[in-house]
Each structure stands twice: as structure tokens, then as C-alpha cells.
């Protein structure tokens, strides 16, 4: 196919506007025209024509070596091979229109022999687009990779070409957070500052009343108060990121997934804590809890229980903090999955929140499924529940929501997740007990059973966790007697000189103290052992005998 460079001037005739061309008097000049390439491509399917065309060459050789360029492109496809003749002219005519540089000659080998975009203009933002768009999980989960897509990904790095992005621009994103976040919290620390000094100004007064006008204009014009982007909803952004990537990984549109190399804060997740006498003192003093998961004792949660015994969600309580029950799963499971004569119940599904809306759905994962064994109070606790229940029932009559589930509304529908909570607080805030969540329900339940010395992997099937170390890192809080007899226990296994010698001591001070320990009826005061000597001269001559 037919290709050249040429020199080209662009003088124009003052009067007319045209360009002068070969009449410009100045063509021969050395450095004033410029030089320009031109190379026919293979035609379109209607048979019309195409070229590759471009200006602005400083010299013919940095011309030609374009040229060769677009030469050696055309060529990467084999004659008997229209398609990728075709994709390869395509590319070509677009880099032209565009005007962007010519690609790499071994980069587009590579992405012709697998099947990739040959130019790779798609951004981040239309893949993310798109990938969201096919994903087929349940909407709770859609929304919160959109959040993650629409408040981080696409404003930081949704512009850049999806095969461009690297590890660099991630962490410039990640980075970027950092700052925003350090930005937020010094804009509410000014506003809050604002409302105090706001609240601190007396209502009476022209001129108290015109402060406050000015103070409550500045605090409008302020930023709103804002949550930053803590370091677990960063790991949350990465991996939609990475999720997304894989995939177009999968689909043969990139090679390499930054991503799954960037490295950011680790999440440092809360350990549970029990309720000990000390920090119970110390919250009451202070106010602050000492870890965001707290667990009750055995006998906080026979507190609570008997404190909430006449509660109509009572068998809900009760069956949360012995059975470790998630809140979704509790607010879904159907009678139809729960047999009280075989004494267990099969976890099969859940309410999930999304915003306020509810929806049903299956367990958070496959071990999500699961049977549950339950003891003989959990079961006669549920018997209870089922016959207040269906007195409810009668009583509601037409009026009455059949859900089927074992947990409702007063009239049989769907129990609200986050109206669960709410009670929860309120309940053990009226219980005069130390704050703990409702999923820490679920963390004493875990605790009770290690504490009771059931196997782990048992504890871990209960629950629903995948993975026995789970378990182990998130839920064993070691209840304060169960750490002192382990302690115990492991002290006496390693024989030490000190504790013999302090123990020889100790049985030798006993028995010295036994030895000096006055008889009965004795005493070392002279009163008392004068007593003593004239009571046993009378036991004496009464047991003489007469003559």
C-alpha cells in the first residue's frame, strides 16, 4: 500500500487566507516548512478508502521513522488474517483522528495474539461501570460497591486509562484519603467550636441577638459534619477495586492488576473484652467504654435474661446469647427450619437491611449454613414463644401477616434489623447493665461455649465461621475465672526451688501456730488458770472414792 512524507508550509495569503503551498516564497528555507506522512490502509468493509495521516515534523527523518512505524503496525497481521487486518487499520485510523501517539509495536502484538483491545482507550470509570452493571449479587451488596465506585474510585482515578493504571496511582488515591480525612476533622472540629461558642452567647440583648445572627450565618457557611474513611471502609475500596480488576483480567482486557500490590493501613479489629468490676468502674466514671466489642459475664447475661424475661422478643434474646445467632439470621428464621422435637433448628436464611429497606436472602456465606443444636431451656423458651405467638394469631384474625417466621412484628410481619437494635439498646439501657451491642450477644455466646470447654471446631460450625481461626482471633475473649484456672494450672507444671521452699515454710509456720494454740479451758491469763486448776480439784475429789 501507497506511503510518503512530504514537506509542508502553511503560510497563508494575507489577502485571500489561503494557503500558499509550493508558491510560498520561503519554501526552500531550511527550518520553514515542516513534514508531514501519509499511508493508505487497508479499505473499509463498503470499500471506500482510508489513510493515516499526520503533520508537524521537524525534520523527514523524524517523518519516515513514523512512517516505518506504521509500517511495521500494518504488518503484525498475517495476509490470510482479515480480522486482525481490519482491527489493526481500525486502530490506526482512530490514532490518527485522535491524534494520539503511535502505539508500541510489541505491546500491540501481544494484545492482537491475546485477543485484547488493540488501543486500549477505555478508562476506569466505563470499566467500573460495566462491571458493576453484570454483577449479580443481592442489592445490599451491589450498593455498597457503587458507594465505594461513585465517593472514591471514579473521582480520583476514573479519568485514567484502564490499562495505564499502576500501583503509583493508587497509592496517590489512598493518600489523597488520608488528607481529605485530616481535612474533615479539623472542618467539624471548627464547627463544633462554632456551636459552642454559639451556645455559650445569652438569648436577651440587641447586641447578644445580633451575635448570635453572625455566629449562626458563619456556622451555615461552614462545611457540614462529615464521617471520614476509616481504615476497615479503605480495605472495603481496594477490594472492589481488585474485584473488578480480576475481572477484567479475566476478560483479556489487561495483564496486570495493581490493586492486589498497593499497600495501605492495615484494619486493626477491636478484641473483645469482658465486663470485669474495674472497667465496669472505670465506664462509670468515665463514660467511655474500653473496646468497642465488650462481652458480658455469665452472670451479666443471666441478668439481662431474667431482666427481660417478660419482653415479647424474650426466646429472640435467649436464643441470640446461648445459640450465637446473627441478628439477620434471628429476624429470618422460619419455623418451617426450626424442629423443637429433634432439639435444633437449620439456619437457611436471613433479613438483610439495604439503607432502611429489608429484604430476604441467604446466609452471609456457604458455612452461614448450618444446623444448630439446642439444649432442652432453649427449646421449652421457643414452646413458650410459638404459644403466645399463636395467640397473637387469633387475635389478630384476618388482620394477622403470615410471614411463617418465628420472630415478627406484633402482627406476624417482617422484624426490622435496625428496630431490633434499637430495642436491644433501650432494653439494656433500662437494665441498669454496662453497654454492650447486640451482635456482642453473639460474642458471649462464643465465649460461654470455649469457656465451657467445647471444641473449637464445634464453637466455629455453631456459629457459621468458614475457618476455625476466625474463631480464635475474633470471639475468644477469656472470661476472667477461666484465665485465672489456666494460669493456675500451667504455674503448677514447672517444679521451682522458690515455691518448695516457700510451701516447707508455710506448713512449718502451721504447725508451730497449731503447737502454741491453748487447749480447751486453757488460757495464758492467771484469772482464767486459776479457774481452770479449781475446776479439775473438784473433778478430782468427786471421783475419789469414799471410805
Known amino acids: 500500500?501507497?506511503?510518503?512524507?512530504?514537506?509542508?508550509?502553511?503560510?497563508?495569503?494575507?489577502?485571500?487566507?489561503?494557503?500558499?503551498?509550493?508558491?510560498?516564497?520561503?519554501?526552500?528555507?531550511?527550518?520553514?516548512?515542516?513534514?508531514?506522512?501519509?499511508?493508505?490502509?487497508?479499505?473499509?468493509?463498503?470499500?471506500?478508502?482510508?489513510?493515516?495521516?499526520?503533520?508537524?515534523?521537524?525534520?523527514?527523518?523524524?517523518?519516515?521513522?513514523?512512517?516505518?512505524?506504521?509500517?511495521?503496525?500494518?504488518?503484525?497481521?498475517?495476509?490470510?488474517?482479515?480480522?486482525?487486518?481490519?482491527?489493526?487499520?481500525?486502530?490506526?485510523?482512530?490514532?490518527?483522528?485522535?491524534?494520539?501517539?503511535?502505539?508500541?509495536?510489541?505491546?500491540?502484538?501481544?494484545?492482537?495474539?491475546?485477543?485484547?483491545?488493540?488501543?486500549?482507550?477505555?478508562?476506569?470509570a466505563e470499566w467500573l461501570d460495566r462491571w458493576l452493571a453484570g454483577k449479580r449479587i443481592r442489592k445490599s451488596g451491589i450498593s455498597r460497591y457503587e458507594t465505594d465506585i461513585r465517593v472514591h474510585l471514579k473521582p480520583r482515578i476514573g479519568h485514567r486509562r484502564l490499562d495505564r493504571l499502576r500501583v503509583s496511582h493508587l497509592s496517590e488515591m489512598f493518600t489523597d484519603i488520608r488528607d481529605a480525612n485530616a481535612a474533615i476533622l479539623e472542618q467539624n472540629a471548627q464547627?463544633?467550636?462554632?456551636?459552642?461558642?454559639?451556645?455559650?452567647?445569652?438569648?436577651?440583648?440587641?447586641?447578644?441577638?445580633?451575635?448570635?445572627?453572625?455566629?449562626?450565618?458563619?456556622?451555615?457557611?461552614?462545611?457540614?459534619?462529615?464521617?471520614?474513611?476509616?481504615?476497615?471502609?479503605?480495605?472495603?475500596?481496594?477490594?472492589?477495586?481488585?474485584?473488578?480488576?480480576?475481572?477484567?483480567?479475566?476478560?483479556?482486557?489487561?495483564?496486570?492488576?495493581?490493586?492486589?500490590?498497593?499497600?495501605?493501613?492495615?484494619?486493626?479489629?477491636?478484641?473483645?473484652?469482658?465486663?470485669?468490676?474495674?472497667?465496669?468502674?472505670?465506664?462509670?466514671?468515665?463514660?467511655?467504654?474500653?473496646?468497642?466489642?465488650?462481652?458480658?459475664?455469665?452472670?451479666?447475661?443471666?441478668?439481662?435474661?431474667?431482666f427481660v424475661a417478660q419482653d415479647r422478643l424474650y426466646a429472640m434474646w435467649h436464643l441470640i446469647a446461648f445459640r450465637g445467632l446473627r441478628r439477620g439470621e434471628a429476624c429470618g428464621q422460619p419455623w418451617s427450619e426450626t424442629n423443637l422435637d429433634t432439639h435444633s433448628l437449620t439456619v437457611s436464611a436471613?433479613?438483610?437491611?439495604?439503607?432502611?429497606?429489608?429484604?430476604?436472602?441467604?446466609?452471609?456465606?456457604?458455612?452461614?449454613?448450618?444446623?444448630?443444636?439446642?439444649?432442652?431451656?432453649?427449646?421449652?423458651?421457643?414452646?413458650?414463644?410459638?404459644?403466645?405467638?399463636?395467640?397473637?394469631?387469633?387475635?389478630w384474625g384476618s388482620a394477622w401477616v403470615e410471614t411463617g417466621h418465628v420472630f415478627t412484628q406484633e402482627d406476624g410481619s417482617w422484624l426490622h434489623p435496625g428496630?431490633?437494635?434499637?430495642?436491644?439498646?433501650?432494653?439494656?439501657?433500662?437494665?441498669?447493665?454496662?453497654?454492650?451491642?447486640?451482635?456482642?450477644?453473639?460474642?458471649?455466646?462464643?465465649?460461654?461455649?470455649?469457656?465451657?470447654?467445647?471444641?473449637?471446631?464445634?464453637v466455629s460450625d455453631t456459629l457459621g465461621h468458614s475457618d476455625t481461626r476466625i474463631t480464635r482471633d475474633i470471639y475468644q475473649s477469656v472470661l476472667p475465672q477461666v484465665g485465672k484456672n489456666a494460669a493456675e494450672a500451667t504455674a503448677k507444671l514447672v517444679p521451682l526451688q522458690r515455691k518448695a521452699e516457700a510451701e516447707k515454710a508455710a506448713r512449718k509456720a502451721a504447725k508451730k501456730a497449731k503447737a502454741k494454740k491453748p487447749r480447751k479451758g486453757d488460757s495464758s491469763k492467771p484469772k482464767d488458770r486459776a479457774k481452770a486448776q479449781a475446776k479439775a480439784k473438784k473433778k478430782a475429789k468427786r471421783r475419789k472414792p469414799e471410805k
Not at 32 to 54: K, N, V
Not at 364 to 392: I, M
Not at 433 to 442: C, E, G, N, T, W
Open 1 to 124: 500500500m501507497k506511503g510518503s512524507t512530504y514537506r509542508r508550509c502553511s503560510c497563508r495569503d494575507p489577502k485571500t487566507g489561503k494557503e500558499l503551498g509550493t508558491s510560498c516564497p520561503k519554501r526552500n528555507s531550511r527550518n520553514h516548512c515542516t513534514y508531514s506522512i501519509r499511508q493508505e490502509l487497508p479499505p473499509r468493509e463498503d470499500g471506500s478508502r482510508r489513510s493515516f495521516a499526520r503533520g508537524g515534523y521537524d525534520s523527514r527523518k523524524a517523518a519516515q521513522a513514523d512512517l516505518d512505524h506504521v509500517r511495521a503496525l500494518l504488518g503484525l497481521a498475517e495476509s490470510d488474517d482479515p480480522e486482525g487486518t481490519e482491527l489493526i487499520a481500525a486502530m490506526l485510523a482512530e490514532v490518527g483522528r485522535e491524534r494520539t501517539p503511535l502505539p508500541d509495536v510489541e505491546e500491540t502484538r501481544r494484545r492482537l495474539n491475546a485477543g485484547q483491545d488493540l488501543i486500549g482507550s477505555l478508562t476506569v
Open 419 to 458: 428496630k431490633v437494635t434499637d430495642l436491644f439498646e433501650r432494653l439494656v439501657a433500662a437494665s441498669g447493665l454496662p453497654p454492650i451491642r447486640l451482635h456482642d450477644l453473639r460474642h458471649g455466646a462464643a465465649t460461654l461455649m470455649l469457656a465451657a470447654g467445647i471444641d473449637i471446631k464445634i
Open 350 to 395: 436471613q433479613l438483610v437491611q439495604d439503607g432502611w429497606e429489608i429484604e430476604a436472602s441467604d446466609p452471609k456465606t456457604d458455612s452461614g449454613y448450618r444446623v444448630v443444636a439446642l439444649d432442652d431451656d432453649t427449646v421449652n423458651v421457643l414452646k413458650h414463644h410459638r404459644e403466645r405467638q399463636d395467640e397473637a394469631r387469633a387475635e
Open 191 to 306: 464547627r463544633r467550636a462554632a456551636i459552642d461558642e454559639l451556645a455559650t452567647v445569652l438569648w436577651k440583648g440587641v447586641g447578644n441577638r445580633a451575635r448570635r445572627k453572625a455566629m449562626k450565618a458563619a456556622i451555615d457557611e461552614m462545611p457540614p459534619f462529615r464521617r471520614i474513611t476509616g481504615p476497615a471502609t479503605r480495605q472495603h475500596v481496594k477490594a472492589t477495586l481488585r474485584a473488578a480488576l480480576n475481572d477484567a483480567i479475566g476478560q483479556q482486557i489487561i495483564t496486570f492488576n495493581p490493586a492486589a500490590h498497593v499497600e495501605i493501613d492495615p484494619v486493626r479489629k477491636p478484641k473483645a473484652l469482658v465486663w470485669t468490676d474495674e472497667r465496669i468502674a472505670k465506664w462509670e466514671q468515665t463514660g467511655e467504654k474500653p473496646s468497642p466489642v465488650m462481652v458480658w459475664t455469665p452472670k451479666q447475661t443471666g441478668a439481662f435474661l431474667d
